[in-house]
C-alpha cells in the first residue's frame, strides 16, 4: 500500500481527499430532493442523485490523472463513512458500496489506457461508477424485481452521464484558467 500511495504526490492526494469530502458532503443534499421524484416512481434516490455525488469521484481522476485515483477517492470515502458513521447504517458493507464506482472508472481508465480528462472518459466514467453503485445497492439492499431494476439503472445511467459532463467541464476550466497546474 505504501509503495502505491507514494506515486501521488501530497498535492495530490489533498486532492483525492479534497474529492472525497466533497462527494460525502453533497450526499445528504443531492439525496432527499432527488427522493421527492424517485420515491412515488419506487426508484432509489440514489440511482439518480449518484450520479452528482459520483462526480467527485471522476472529477478527481480527471484532475490526478494516475491509475488508481478514483478507487483512492471511494475508498477514502468509505473509510470517512464506516468511522463518521454518517449517512446510513451499512457499517462495514460500506468498503464495498463506496470503493466498487472508483474501481469501476479505473478499471475503464486502464482500458481505455485514458488519464480520464476528455469528455468521453468523464461522461462513461460517470457512467460505470453510477451503474455500478446502484447494481451493487439493489443487489445488497434494495432486491427489485426487475422493471424497477432496469427503470433504476438506466437512471444511473442517464445521471452518471450527466455527473461526467459537469466533471469535464470543471475539468476543461481548470486547464482554461492554468487552475491546479493542469495543462491546456
Known amino acids: 500500500m505504501n509503495k502505491f ?38 426508484i432509489p434516490g440514489g440511482a439518480i442523485a449518484g450520479g452528482f455525488y459520483m462526480m467527485w469521484i471522476v472529477l478527481g481522476a480527471g484532475i490526478v490523472g494516475k491509475g488508481g485515483t478514483a478507487t483512492l477517492i471511494a475508498l477514502v470515502q468509505a473509510i470517512m463513512i464506516i468511522v463518521s458513521g454518517a449517512y446510513g447504517t451499512h457499517g462495514i458493507i460500506s468498503i464495498v458500496t463506496y470503493t466498487l464506482p ?26 460505470a461508477a453510477n451503474l455500478g453503485g446502484t447494481y451493487l445497492s439493489n443487489l445488497v439492499f ?43
Open 5 to 42: 500511495l507514494n506515486r501521488f504526490s501530497m498535492f495530490e492526494l489533498i486532492i483525492i481527499a479534497m474529492m472525497a469530502a466533497l462527494g460525502i458532503a453533497t450526499k445528504p443534499v443531492i439525496v432527499p430532493l432527488v427522493h421527492i421524484i424517485t420515491g412515488p416512481l419506487y
Open 102 to 127: 472508483g474501481f469501476m472508472v479505473d478499471v475503464l481508465l486502464l482500458v481505455t489506457r485514458s488519464k480520464g480528462d476528455g469528455l468521453m472518459d468523464c461522461f462513461l466514467g460517470g457512467i
Open 142 to 184: 434494495f432486491n427489485l424485481p426487475i422493471i424497477p431494476l432496469i427503470l433504476s439503472l438506466s437512471s444511473a445511467a442517464l445521471s452518471g452521464g450527466l455527473g461526467g459532463i459537469i466533471a469535464f467541464n470543471i475539468i476543461k476550466k481548470f486547464k482554461q484558467f492554468n487552475i491546479l497546474g493542469l495543462d491546456g
